[in-house]
């Protein structure tokens, strides 16, 4: 699921959203800015995360989102998510890869392993309301639009 194309958007994206939803269905959306792929998961650190660590412990269904600010592209994946802690068995193993990301800067409570099982690209509506709609494009409108 997780294709050499969506790894290279997770490699060059700096900034992940994180859906999950209570018990009830109550959703909660997070910014999460630790993750990386592993193999055909993604692992995503738990810095300061109770309120999602709380609803994957009710409900393991979760979607992430990410995309790339300048062309406006990314990707969009639904999976079931597992926390890993201390004390599972490979816990160092995962965390080394989330580690080498923080430089050690951060605590790392637990890891969200997430089990990929749908994706589904994202892209600004520009590409389908003006066909003709070029990366570059909308590179140069977010240059504009963020005064970057």
């Known amino acids: 699921m997780l294709t050499d194309e969506i790894k290279r958007y997770i490699d060059k994206s700096v900034l992940c959203w994180l859906a999950t939803a209570s018990r009830e269905g109550v959703p909660n959306v997070s910014p999460k800015e630790i993750f990386t792929h592993y193999g055909q998961n993604l692992l995503i650190a738990d810095i300061a995360s109770p309120q999602s660590i709380k609803n994957i412990?009710?409900?393991?269904?979760?979607?992430?989102?990410?995309?790339?600010?300048?062309?406006?592209?990314?990707?969009?994946?639904?999976?079931?998510?597992?926390?890993?802690?201390?004390?599972?068995?490979h816990f160092n193993l995962l965390l080394q890869p989330l580690t080498?990301?923080?430089?050690?800067?951060?605590?790392?409570?637990?890891?969200i392993s997430v089990q990929i099982e749908k994706t589904k690209p994202i892209f600004a509506p520009s590409y389908i309301l003006y066909p003709g709609t070029t990366e570059e494009e909308q590179i140069k409108s977010a240059i504009k639009a963020y005064k970057l």
């Open 57 to 89: 412990m009710e409900n393991d269904n979760v979607c992430i989102s990410f995309i790339d600010i300048l062309i406006q592209k990314g990707w969009q994946l639904k999976g079931k998510a597992t926390i890993i802690d201390s004390g599972h068995l």
């Open 100 to 111: 080498q990301m923080t430089k050690g800067k951060f605590p790392i409570n637990n890891i």
